[in-house]
C-alpha cells in the first residue's frame, strides 16, 4: 500500500508537470499578445482617448525610438542614470501603443552609438543630443514619426521630469501625423489685440504678442461679433476674448458651435485693464468710470457655470510687488497675481512644465447647484484670499489698502478650468434649421476670469532689434495660451487624455524617518546654539564685571562656565550621533524586513501552499 502511496504521489507530480506545460503551451498560442496591467495606477494602460485615436488611423504611422544604450550602460553622470532609468518606461509605452494599433503604429529601437550612421540619422531626425556620455559624446532619448506621405513629426527629447504627459505626446505626435492641415482657430475679441488704427494716438499699433504667436502656430482667422450668425464647419477652436454685450445671433452661432462639438477658449474679465470703453479725449473721467467687465451669462448658465463679472480675487499668498511711486519701495499688490509651477495643475497638458503665469483683477468660477458638469481647475488662489468688489479696485492709489480689512475665505478660488460636460442649448426657443437642443456627446469648454492674462504687460517684452522685433517672455501666459488652443485644435480623444501617474515609486517610509530624524537633529542643534549664545552672554558679563588689568585672565568663574558649556556641546554632539545611529538602524531594520518578505516569506509560503496542494491530492487519492 505504501508503495502504491509513492507511485500515485509520483504520478500525480508527473501529471501536474506535464499539465503545467500544457497550459503554458496552450496560452502562448490562445492569449498571444493578451496583456494584464498589475501596477496601482494601471501604468501599462492606454487611456480611452489613446485607444479611439489609434482606432481612426486610416495609414500607418512609423516610430523611430532613439535611446543611447550603451553610451549610458557604464556612466556615472546623474542626467545619463535618469535618461536610462526613464527609458523601459518610454520604451514599454511605445510597445503597448504599436500593440493596440492592430498594425498601424510600427515602432524600430535604434541606439545611436557615437560616430555611427545612426547617429547621424537621429541628428537629421531633429533628435536632441546631451553631451552625457562617458567622453561627453551625445546621449539620445528622442522619438521620430513618420506617414506615408512623407509628413514627419518628433520628440527630440523625452524629460523624465514630463513622465505623466508621455502619453499624451506620443498620442499628439500620432495625430499630427494622422492630419495634414493646420488647425483653423476663430477668434473673436472685444480688446485691441490685433493690428489696427489706435484712435488715441491716430497711429497704427502693433498686435499683441500673444496673437502674433497664436498667428505662427495656427490658421487663425477674425470674426466679427456684430455679425456672427454661423461658425464655419473647419474652424476647430474660437477663442471668445473680453464679450461684451454680444448680441442673440452670435451667442446663439457660439452655442450651437459647442453642441456640434467644437471647442471654445474663453476669457472673461471683472475689470479688464486693457478695455479702451468710455475713452474721450476731452473728458478723461470717462474712461475710469466705464463698465471694464464681460460676462458670457447666458451660455454659462446653460453649461452650469457661475461666474460674478463684479468681484474680484485678493489672495495675499501670491499677490506681487509693484513700484506705485519713482522713489518709494515697492508694495505688494494682492489683485496683481503671480502663480508658480507648484501653484498650476500639473495633470492637465495646458499648465503642466509651465513655470510662471501673472494674471491681474481676476474674477472666478463656480459651478450651478444642479449641474451635472464638472470643472476641473488650472489655477486656483490660495486660501489665503477673498473676494471683494471690483470697484474697489478702481481709483487705487496705495494697494496697500487691500490688506488693511483683509479677511481670508480659507478656501481657494477658481481662476481658470476647464468645463467638461454633455451640455445643454441656451436657446431652446429657437427652431433653426439643423438646431440642436442639446450635445450628442460629452465636450469641453477652457475658461479663464482675466483678460489681463493676455496682455504684453504681464509677460512679455516687445523690442525692436535692427527692424526685427524680439520677443522676451518673463512669464509662461503666452505658452499657457498656445497650450489651450493646441490641446483643444486636437482630436476630442486627444483632449480626453490625462496626466498619467508616475511610475517612480518613492519610499515614502523611509522619507519619513528621515523627517523625523531630521527634526530632531534641528531641536538638538537649536538647544546647543541657544546654550552657546547663554555661555557668551554669560562669560561676556562676567568679564564686564573685572578690572582693565585682569581684562585677558579667565576669572574661576569663567573657566568653570566655559567647562560646563564644554562638557554640554560634547554631550548634545553625542546626542547628534546617537540620532543619526537611530536613523540608520531603522532604515536597515526596514530594510531587512522587507528583503526577509520578499525573498523568503513569500516564497516559503508558495512552497507551503504547493505542499499543502499535493499532500490534499495524495490523500484524496489514497482514499
Same mark, same amino acid.
Given at each position: 500500500?505504501?508503495?502504491?502511496?509513492?507511485?500515485?504521489?509520483?504520478?500525480?507530480?508527473?501529471?501536474?508537470?506535464?499539465?503545467?506545460?500544457?497550459?503554458?503551451?496552450?496560452?502562448?498560442?490562445?492569449?498571444?499578445?493578451?496583456?494584464?496591467?498589475?501596477?496601482?495606477?494601471?501604468?501599462?494602460?492606454?487611456?480611452?482617448?489613446?485607444?479611439?485615436?489609434?482606432?481612426?488611423?486610416?495609414?500607418?504611422?512609423?516610430?523611430?525610438?532613439?535611446?543611447?544604450?550603451?553610451?549610458?550602460?557604464?556612466?556615472?553622470?546623474?542626467?545619463?542614470?535618469?535618461?536610462?532609468?526613464?527609458?523601459?518606461?518610454?520604451?514599454?509605452?511605445?510597445?503597448?501603443?504599436?500593440?493596440?494599433?492592430?498594425?498601424?503604429?510600427?515602432?524600430?529601437?535604434?541606439?545611436?552609438?557615437?560616430?555611427?550612421?545612426?547617429?547621424?540619422?537621429? @541628428?537629421?531626425?531633429?533628435?536632441?543630443?546631451?553631451?552625457?556620455?562617458?567622453?561627453? #559624446?551625445?546621449?539620445?532619448?528622442?522619438?521620430?514619426?513618420?506617414?506615408?506621405?512623407?509628413?514627419?513629426?518628433?520628440?527630440?527629447?523625452?524629460?523624465?521630469?514630463?513622465?505623466?504627459?508621455?502619453?499624451?505626446?506620443?498620442?499628439?505626435?500620432?495625430?499630427?501625423?494622422?492630419?495634414?492641415?493646420?488647425?483653423?482657430?476663430?477668434?473673436?475679441?472685444?480688446?485691441?489685440?490685433?493690428?489696427?488704427?489706435?484712435?488715441?494716438?491716430?497711429?497704427?499699433?502693433?498686435?499683441?504678442?500673444?496673437?502674433?504667436?497664436?498667428?505662427?502656430?495656427?490658421?487663425?482667422?477674425?470674426?466679427?461679433?456684430?455679425?456672427?450668425?454661423?461658425?464655419?464647419?473647419?474652424?476647430?477652436?474660437?477663442?471668445?476674448?473680453?464679450?461684451?454685450?454680444?448680441?442673440?445671433?452670435?451667442?446663439?452661432?457660439?452655442?450651437?458651435?459647442?453642441?456640434?462639438?467644437?471647442?471654445?477658449?474663453?476669457?472673461?474679465?471683472?475689470?479688464? #485693464?486693457?478695455?479702451?470703453?468710455?475713452?474721450?479725449?476731452?473728458?478723461?473721467?470717462?474712461?475710469?468710470?466705464?463698465?471694464?467687465?464681460?460676462?458670457?451669462?447666458?451660455?454659462?448658465?446653460?453649461?452650469?457655470?457661475?461666474?460674478?463679472?463684479?468681484? @474680484?480675487?485678493?489672495?495675499?499668498?501670491?499677490?506681487?510687488?509693484?513700484?506705485?511711486?519713482?522713489?518709494?519701495?515697492?508694495?505688494?499688490?494682492?489683485?496683481?497675481?503671480?502663480?508658480?509651477?507648484?501653484?498650476?495643475?500639473?495633470?492637465?497638458?495646458?499648465?503642466?512644465?509651465?513655470?510662471?503665469?501673472?494674471?491681474?483683477?481676476?474674477?472666478?468660477?463656480?459651478?450651478?447647484?444642479?449641474?451635472?458638469?464638472?470643472?476641473?481647475?488650472?489655477?486656483?488662489?490660495?486660501?489665503?484670499?477673498?473676494?471683494?468688489?471690483?470697484?474697489?479696485?478702481?481709483?487705487?492709489?496705495?494697494?496697500?489698502?487691500?490688506?488693511?480689512?483683509?479677511?481670508?475665505?480659507?478656501?481657494?478660488?477658481?481662476?481658470?478650468?476647464?468645463?467638461?460636460?454633455?451640455?445643454?442649448?441656451?436657446?431652446?426657443?429657437?427652431?433653426?434649421?439643423?438646431?440642436?437642443?442639446?450635445?450628442?456627446?460629452?465636450?469641453?469648454?477652457?475658461?479663464?476670469?482675466?483678460?489681463?492674462?493676455?496682455?504684453?504687460?504681464?509677460?512679455?517684452?516687445?523690442?525692436?532689434?535692427?527692424?526685427?522685433?524680439?520677443?522676451?517672455?518673463?512669464?509662461?501666459?503666452?505658452?499657457?495660451?498656445?497650450?489651450?488652443?493646441?490641446?483643444?485644435?486636437?482630436?476630442?480623444?486627444?483632449?480626453?487624455?490625462?496626466?498619467?501617474?508616475?511610475?517612480?515609486?518613492?519610499?515614502?517610509?523611509?522619507?519619513?524617518?528621515?523627517?523625523?530624524? #531630521?527634526?530632531?537633529?534641528?531641536?538638538?542643534?537649536?538647544?546647543?546654539?541657544?546654550?552657546?549664545?547663554?555661555?557668551?552672554?554669560?562669560?561676556?558679563?562676567?568679564?564686564?564685571?573685572?578690572?582693565?588689568?585682569?581684562?585677558?585672565?579667565?576669572?574661576?568663574?569663567?573657566?568653570?562656565?566655559?567647562?560646563?558649556?564644554?562638557?554640554?556641546?560634547?554631550?548634545?554632539?553625542?546626542?547628534?550621533?546617537?540620532?543619526?545611529?537611530?536613523?540608520?538602524?531603522?532604515?536597515?531594520?526596514?530594510?531587512?524586513?522587507?528583503?526577509?518578505?520578499?525573498?523568503?516569506?513569500?516564497?516559503?509560503?508558495?512552497?507551503?501552499?504547493?505542499?499543502?496542494?499535493?499532500?490534499?491530492?495524495?490523500?484524496?487519492?489514497?482514499?
Amino acid at each position: 500500500m505504501a508503495f502504491n502511496r509513492k507511485t500515485l504521489t509520483g504520478s500525480a507530480l508527473l501529471i501536474l508537470a506535464l499539465l503545467f506545460v500544457a497550459v503554458v503551451l496552450v496560452s502562448n498560442v490562445l492569449f498571444r499578445g493578451a496583456r494584464m496591467d498589475l501596477t496601482e495606477n494601471n501604468l501599462y494602460t492606454l487611456s480611452d482617448g489613446t485607444r479611439s485615436l489609434l482606432g481612426k488611423l486610416d495609414e500607418p504611422v512609423q516610430l523611430t525610438l532613439y535611446f543611447s544604450d550603451r553610451s549610458t550602460a557604464d556612466t556615472d553622470n546623474p542626467s545619463a542614470r535618469a535618461l536610462r532609468a526613464y527609458y523601459p518606461r518610454v520604451r514599454e509605452l511605445l510597445e503597448e501603443i504599436a500593440a493596440r494599433s492592430d498594425g498601424k503604429v510600427r515602432l524600430t529601437v535604434v541606439d545611436p552609438v557615437a560616430y555611427s550612421e545612426d547617429e547621424d540619422a537621429a @541628428v537629421a531626425a531633429g533628435i536632441q543630443g546631451l553631451p552625457f556620455g562617458p567622453a561627453g #559624446e551625445n546621449v539620445f532619448l528622442g522619438v521620430y514619426g513618420s506617414n506615408s506621405t512623407n509628413g514627419e513629426e518628433k520628440i527630440p527629447l523625452f524629460d523624465p521630469g514630463r513622465e505623466n504627459l508621455a502619453e499624451y505626446d506620443i498620442a499628439k505626435l500620432i495625430h499630427e501625423l494622422s492630419t495634414d492641415k493646420k488647425p483653423a482657430v476663430g477668434f473673436i475679441t472685444g480688446l485691441p489685440m490685433t493690428m489696427g488704427f489706435d484712435q488715441a494716438t491716430r497711429q497704427m499699433r502693433e498686435p499683441w504678442a500673444v496673437y502674433g504667436e497664436l498667428a505662427q502656430f495656427f490658421d487663425v482667422r477674425q470674426m466679427n461679433a456684430t455679425a456672427l450668425k454661423t461658425i464655419e464647419s473647419d474652424i476647430n477652436v474660437v477663442v471668445l476674448v473680453h464679450p461684451k454685450d454680444l448680441g442673440d445671433d452670435a451667442l446663439y452661432a457660439l452655442d450651437q458651435f459647442v453642441l456640434r462639438g467644437g471647442h471654445l477658449l474663453v476669457f472673461v474679465d471683472p475689470n479688464a #485693464e486693457q478695455d479702451a470703453s468710455g475713452a474721450d479725449p476731452e473728458n478723461p473721467q470717462a474712461a475710469l468710470l466705464a463698465d471694464k467687465s464681460s460676462d458670457l451669462s447666458k451660455l454659462f448658465k446653460a453649461w452650469g457655470l457661475e461666474y460674478a463679472r463684479d468681484k @474680484v480675487v485678493l489672495d495675499r499668498a501670491h499677490a506681487l510687488q509693484i513700484s506705485v511711486a519713482p522713489n518709494a519701495p515697492p508694495v505688494r499688490h494682492p489683485g496683481i497675481l503671480g502663480f508658480a509651477r507648484k501653484d498650476l495643475s500639473s495633470d492637465d497638458v495646458i499648465t503642466a512644465n509651465l513655470e510662471s503665469i501673472n494674471m491681474s483683477t481676476v474674477g472666478y468660477f463656480e459651478l450651478s447647484k444642479d449641474t451635472q458638469s464638472k470643472l476641473i481647475p488650472l489655477i486656483q488662489s490660495s486660501e489665503q484670499s477673498m473676494s471683494v468688489p471690483a470697484e474697489r479696485l478702481k481709483f487705487l492709489a496705495d494697494p496697500s489698502v487691500l490688506l488693511t480689512d483683509f479677511k481670508s475665505s480659507g478656501q481657494p478660488f477658481v481662476l481658470a478650468a476647464r468645463l467638461e460636460g454633455q451640455f445643454k442649448t441656451a436657446f431652446p426657443e429657437r427652431k433653426d434649421a439643423g438646431h440642436l437642443a442639446q450635445a450628442k456627446e460629452k465636450n469641453a469648454v477652457v475658461v479663464f476670469a482675466d483678460t489681463d492674462i493676455l496682455s504684453d504687460r504681464l509677460w512679455a517684452q516687445v523690442q525692436d532689434f535692427f527692424g526685427q522685433k524680439v520677443l522676451n517672455a518673463f512669464a509662461d501666459n503666452g505658452n499657457l495660451v498656445i497650450n489651450a488652443v493646441d490641446n483643444l485644435a486636437g482630436d476630442s480623444d486627444l483632449i480626453s487624455i490625462r496626466g498619467r501617474a508616475s511610475s517612480q515609486r518613492p519610499f515614502t517610509k523611509v522619507a519619513e524617518l528621515k523627517r523625523q530624524a #531630521e527634526d530632531k537633529l534641528r531641536q538638538s542643534e537649536k538647544d546647543l546654539q541657544q546654550k552657546l549664545s547663554d555661555t557668551e552672554r554669560k562669560l561676556t558679563e562676567l568679564q564686564s564685571a573685572k578690572s582693565t588689568d585682569q581684562a585677558m585672565v579667565l576669572s574661576p568663574e569663567q573657566k568653570a562656565e566655559l567647562e560646563s558649556f564644554l562638557k554640554q556641546k560634547i554631550e548634545i554632539r553625542k546626542q547628534l550621533r546617537e540620532v543619526r545611529r537611530e536613523l540608520d538602524a531603522d532604515i536597515e531594520a526596514l530594510g531587512t524586513r522587507l528583503k526577509f518578505i520578499n525573498i523568503l516569506l513569500v516564497p516559503l509560503l508558495l512552497i507551503v501552499a504547493a505542499l499543502g496542494f499535493v499532500g490534499w491530492k495524495s490523500r484524496r487519492a489514497a482514499r
